[in-house]
C-alpha cells in the first residue's frame, strides 16, 4: 500500500462526498427492496461505499458515478444478501406468463391500470419479490432508478439485448403476479363496459397514439 | 394464442400468409416494454405502430408496460438516515485507499467475504495507513519534543468526525471554559453512581483536581478532571460498549490500539483496557497527551 499525504486524502473525500452522496437514498431503496431486514440494506450501501472508496481511482468518468455504483452494490448483495432472502418467495414463472397471456389475450373487464395504481408499496415489493432477482432488477433499474437499457447493460454485465428481454419479460411476470393476486390483495376489478383497456389509448415515449381497430 | 386482426384492419392488399404474419407478431411482441420505454429506433417503432392497429393482444401488452411503468416510477424510497451517514463517513474514514481488484466485478464465488469480513478486512487495512500517519506525526511531532513516547502499537488516527469522540470535544470545550463542577474528594461518589471501573490516570506530574458525570446524548460518563503540566485534562470514562459501537473505534482496540483524533480546540486519545475506556481530552495536539497512556515508553 501506498503512503497517502493527508492533504490528498482530503481531496479524495471531498470530491467522493460530492459524488456519491447524493446517490445514497437510491442505492438504500434498491438494496432494502432485496434484503431481509433494512438494516440489512444499511450495512449493503455502507458497505458499497466503502468499496467505492477503495476504487474511487477507477472511477474514470464522474458522469457515470451512479450506474458504476449501482453495479458495486449489486456486487455486495449478490456476495451477501441475495441466496438467502430471495429464493423461497419465488412462484414459478410458467404460471405467471400464462396468467399474464390469458388476461391480454381476452376480453377482460380488468383495467390493468386501475389495479396497478392501487398498489401500495409493501404489494409492490411483495409482487417484485415473487418474481426472479435478474428480470426484478432489469425492471427497477429502469422503471424506478431511471437508468437506460444501455446503462443497465453495464451494471448487469449483460448484453443489451438481454436487458430488452429481461425487461419484458420481467414486467409480464409483474403483471402475472398482480393479475394473481388483486383479490387476495384486494385490489378489486373496475368494468369498464367492454372496451376494457382500450379506453385510453396507448403511448409511446414518442409520442405516436396508435389508432384502434 | 392471440387476435391478430391486421391483415383485414388495416385493408392489405397483399395479406401475409398465418405463419408470416404470426411470426413478425412474436417478435414484434418481445420488443413491446422497449416501444414503451423509447428505446427502439424509429424505423422499428414505426412497425409497431403499424402492428398495433390490428393486433388488440399487443395493446393491451402495451397498456400492461405502461401501467406498470407509471406506478413503478413513483415507487418511494427511504431516505438514508443521519445514523447511517455517521456510519458511512466512520467506514471512510477507516477505509484503505488503495484500490484492490475485483471491487466492481462480477459477483464473487461462493465462500466470499461477506460484509462483515470485507469490513473487517477495511479496518486492517486502515490500520496500516492510521500507522503511516500516526508513525509520520509522531516522529514529526517527536523530532521538536524527543519527550513526547511513542505507542506500540501506533495509534489510529480518525480523521473523520465520529459520533462519541465529538461528544466528548464540545463537552470539554464547554467544561474547560467556566468552573469545573466538581472536586477531587467526589471522586469515590463518582465510582459508586456509573456502572463500570472508573480507573484514574497514573503519573506522577497529573494532579487529581476534580471529578463528576456527565449526560453525554442519553449516556452516562465519569469526568476525572487533572492539572498536568500547567494544563487542564480531563479523563471522560464511559462503558466498553458505548466506545465499541463506533466501528473504527471497534477495529482499533480489537487490535490494540489507542485511538487518537483532533476536534477543534481539542486533541484526544482515547484507549480502552482492563482498567476501563477513556477518552483524555486537552487543549494540545493527541500526540502531547501520549505519555498519559497507560502503555507509554
Keep these: 500500500m501506498t503512503p497517502v499525504s493527508a492533504s490528498a486524502i482530503a481531496l479524495r473525500q471531498q470530491r467522493y462526498e460530492e459524488l456519491v452522496r447524493p446517490h445514497l437514498d437510491r442505492l438504500l431503496g434498491f438494496a432494502a427492496r432485496r434484503t431481509v431486514s433494512f438494516s440489512d440494506a444499511e450495512d449493503a450501501v455502507q458497505d458499497t461505499c466503502g468499496r467505492a472508496w477503495s476504487a474511487f481511482e477507477e472511477l474514470r468518468d464522474p458522469t457515470r458515478v451512479r450506474p458504476w455504483l449501482f453495479s458495486i452494490l449489486r456486487t455486495v448483495l449478490s456476495d451477501a444478501f441475495n441466496r438467502s432472502s430471495r429464493r423461497a418467495r419465488l412462484v414459478p414463472m410458467s404460471r405467471l406468463e400464462d396468467v399474464h397471456e390469458q388476461f391480454v389475450s381476452t376480453d377482460s373487464d380488468v383495467v390493468f391500470a386501475d389495479v396497478v395504481a392501487r398498489l401500495d408499496e409493501e404489494m409492490l415489493r411483495m409482487a417484485l419479490d415473487a418474481i426472479p432477482e435478474d428480470f426484478a432488477s432489469a425492471v427497477e433499474l429502469h422503471d424506478i432508478e431511471g437508468f437506460k437499457y444501455h446503462e443497465i447493460a453495464d451494471i448487469v454485465g449483460a448484453p443489451i439485448g438481454t436487458v430488452m428481454s429481461r425487461i419484458s419479460r420481467g414486467r409480464r411476470l409483474l403483471a402475472g403476479v398482480i393479475l394473481e393476486r388483486r383479490q387476495q390483495w384486494a385490489l378489486g376489478s373496475v368494468r369498464s363496459g367492454g372496451a376494457g383497456e382500450e379506453r385510453g389509448a396507448p403511448r409511446n415515449k414518442h409520442g405516436r397514439t396508435p389508432r384502434t381497430s | ?297
Excluded at chain 2, 65 to 85: E, I, K, N, W
Design chain 2, 1 to 297: 394464442m392471440s387476435e391478430w386482426l391486421g391483415g383485414a384492419a388495416a385493408g392489405r392488399l397483399q395479406p401475409e400468409d398465418d405463419a408470416t404474419r404470426e411470426a413478425r407478431h412474436e417478435l414484434l411482441a418481445t420488443m413491446l416494454a422497449a416501444y414503451v420505454d423509447g428505446e427502439l429506433p424509429p424505423e422499428t417503432t414505426a412497425q409497431i405502430d403499424a402492428h398495433l392497429l390490428g393486433c388488440r393482444r399487443c395493446r393491451r401488452e402495451v397498456t400492461v408496460h405502461q401501467s406498470l411503468v407509471t406506478r413503478l416510477t413513483r415507487a418511494t424510497r427511504p431516505a438514508v438516515s443521519a445514523a447511517l451517514a455517521n456510519r458511512l463517513q466512520a467506514a471512510i474514514a477507516a477505509a484503505p485507499i488503495a484500490a484492490p481488484r475485483d471491487v466492481v466485478g462480477a459477483p464473487l464465488p461462493d465462500g466470499s467475504p461477506t460484509v462483515a469480513a470485507s469490513r473487517r478486512r477495511w479496518i486492517v487495512g486502515a490500520m496500516a495507513v492510521a500507522a503511516v500517519i500516526a508513525v509520520t506525526l509522531v516522529f514529526n511531532v517527536r523530532g521538536r519534543t524527543p519527550a513526547i513516547p511513542a505507542l506500540q502499537p501506533a495509534a489510529f488516527v480518525v480523521s473523520a468526525p465520529v459520533p462519541l469522540l465529538e461528544l466528548v470535544a464540545a463537552n470539554f470545550r464547554t467544561a474547560s471554559a467556566r468552573d469545573l463542577p466538581g472536586r477531587a474528594r467526589d471522586l469515590e461518589t463518582v465510582r459508586r453512581a456509573v456502572p463500570f471501573t472508573v480507573e484514574p490516570l497514573r503519573s506522577t506530574d497529573l494532579q487529581l483536581v476534580a471529578a463528576w458525570t456527565t449526560d453525554l446524548d442519553g449516556e452516562v460518563a465519569a469526568v476525572l478532571a487533572y492539572k498536568w503540566r500547567e494544563t487542564l485534562v480531563l479523563q471522560y470514562v464511559v462503558s466498553e460498549a458505548w466506545l465499541f459501537r463506533s466501528l473504527p473505534m471497534r477495529g482499533a482496540f480489537a487490535e490494540g490500539r489507542a485511538v487518537a483524533a483532533e476536534s477543534p480546540g481539542a486533541g484526544m486519545l482515547s484507549w480502552s483496557s482492563g482498567q476501563g475506556s477513556s477518552i483524555v481530552v486537552a487543549d494540545q495536539h493527541w500526540p502531547t497527551l501520549l505519555p498519559l497512556h497507560p502503555h507509554a515508553r
